[in-house]
């Protein structure tokens, strides 16, 4: 099974700075991720596909990036709205596995 | 607008079942893959099960396998999850989710959630 691992688990950051969180896939995943923000008491959004598709409506200030096994999530001009969880994902259609979320990485802004 | 509306959730007793319920709007229901995603106490994220347009391929994570089961009605634009023998670890509060256009496993809207606690 592909595993798909996400650094950091925790990130503090500021108000106007950048953060880059790194998701790394067990094998070679091609561009297949995507990208997902989820705040306490909200349902979860996508962000991101294709590893660097920003959905609609999402801001600029989000991006994705990388191919293969390495993928990070940056976002940039940090507000503290963007106080959330954030989980990359490696999809497929419908290999059963491959649905895989990685175990998140809880970014505080300040 | 999109809509998905679960219901069916509560506190129910190991080993008992539970029959959760989606219902759809907004959207072509029959045109999209449909799954079930849980957030545990604690925890990430967890995709449970999904099901694609037509009923015809379902599947299960390894933790609910054998004691989970997806289903759908197009005709009702809702899609179920039977939980059978159900665990304390299986204490979650679950989302209905639409699969995307561009890929049945892409996650493209969430339902607001349904709690299920596991306890005695």
């Known amino acids: 099974d592909i595993q798909m691992t996400q650094s950091p688990a925790t990130v503090s950051a500021t108000v106007g700075e950048s953060v880059t969180i790194t998701c790394r896939a067990s094998q070679d995943i091609r561009n297949w991720v995507a990208w997902y923000q989820h705040k306490p008491g909200r349902a979860p959004k996508l962000l991101i596909t294709k590893a660097s598709s920003l959905e609609s409506e999402v801001p600029s200030r989000f991006s994705g990036s990388g191919t293969g096994t390495l993928f990070t999530l940056t976002v940039a001009r940090l507000l503290p709205d963007d106080s959330a969880t954030y989980y990359c994902q490696n999809y497929h259609d419908f290999s059963g596995p491959m649905y895989v979320l990685g175990q998140g990485t809880r970014l505080e802004v300040e | 607008d999109v809509q998905l509306v679960e219901s069916g959730g509560g506190l129910v007793q190991p080993g008992r079942s539970l029959r959760l319920s989606c219902a759809a709007s907004?959207?072509?229901?029959?045109?999209?893959?449909m799954h079930w995603v849980r957030h545990s106490p604690g925890k990430g994220l967890e995709w449970v099960s999904g099901?694609?347009?037509?009923?015809?391929?379902?599947d299960y994570a390894d933790s609910v396998k054998g004691r989970f089961t997806i289903s759908r009605d197009n005709a009702k634009k809702s899609v179920d999850l039977q939980m059978n023998s159900l665990r304390p670890e299986d204490t979650a509060l679950y989302y209905c989710?639409?699969?995307?256009?561009?890929?049945?496993?892409?996650?493209?809207?969430w339902g607001q959630g349904i709690p299920v606690t596991v306890s005695s």
């Open positions: 907004g959207f072509v229901f029959d045109d999209f893959a």
């Open positions: 989710v639409k699969g995307s256009i561009v890929a049945t496993s892409i996650f493209d809207f």
């Open positions: 099901i694609t347009w037509n009923g015809n391929t379902v």
